[in-house]
């Protein structure tokens, strides 16, 4: 038994830490895993409060999160909100990355790769991040929180969605084209990584 509900900034830090530890559990090979907690904790309750963007949670019956999806109505919007209200509180824990040229070549293409142009138009509405607790899959949680992504657009009447995935994560391409994802392009949003490119249809 599971219990989904949308986050909307007001809850006990511990439950931001929860979604950053699933984050780095699960997406560990992604750039956003490689920053500090802090950081992520700040990034997903930004996600929670903005107008541009939704985040659920699964809860158990302990109130423990087992997954989490996110959904992104505007992402370049979401993410020039969150350099404006929260870079003061994250710049403590990126001094000491800060100097780095990967690093700074990392961040410009997270920023710029929601507007890069490539060959086929892209969906502006995106899935964002998507994880479930690796003790807990097998349990049809992934199935009940995209369900509340589905139903999200319908009630919007937002008619596709974009979803990136590593070239790796074979997993999660097996999870959306088995819900009617098709597969858009090929795209090097991190210098030397293949992310895929999905659009799906409600």
């Known amino acids: 038994m ?29 750039f956003l895993a490689s920053l500090n907690y802090q950081i992520l904790i700040q990034l997903y309750r930004t996600i929670a409060i903005s107008p541009y963007s939704i985040l659920w949670v699964s809860r158990d019956t302990e109130g423990q ?22 870079s003061l509180l994250v710049f403590p824990y990126l001094i000491s990355k800060i100097l780095s040229v990967a690093f700074i070549r990392k961040i410009y293409e997270v920023l710029v790769y929601p507007v890069k ?15 479930v607790d690796e003790s807990q899959r097998g349990k049809s949680i992934g199935g009940h929180l995209f369900a509340k992504v589905e139903e999200e657009l319908r009630n919007r009447n937002i008619n596709s969605l974009k979803i990136v995935t590593g070239e790796n994560q074979k997993g999660a391409q097996n999870f959306y084209e088995k819900r009617g994802a098709r597969l858009l392009a090929k795209q090097v949003i991190h210098k030397g990584v293949t992310s895929y490119i999905y659009q799906y249809d409600t």
């Open 65 to 86: 999160i087992q997954g989490f999806i996110s959904l992104s109505l505007s992402t370049s919007k979401l993410y020039k909100e969150f350099i404006l209200k929260k």
């Open 2 to 30: 599971n219990n989904i509900v949308i986050l909307d900034g007001s809850e006990h830090k511990s439950d931001y830490k929860r979604i950053a530890f699933l984050h780095k559990q699960a997406i560990s090979g992604g």
């Open 117 to 131: 142009t490539i060959s086929v138009p892209m969906p502006e509405t995106e899935l964002l991040n998507f994880c």
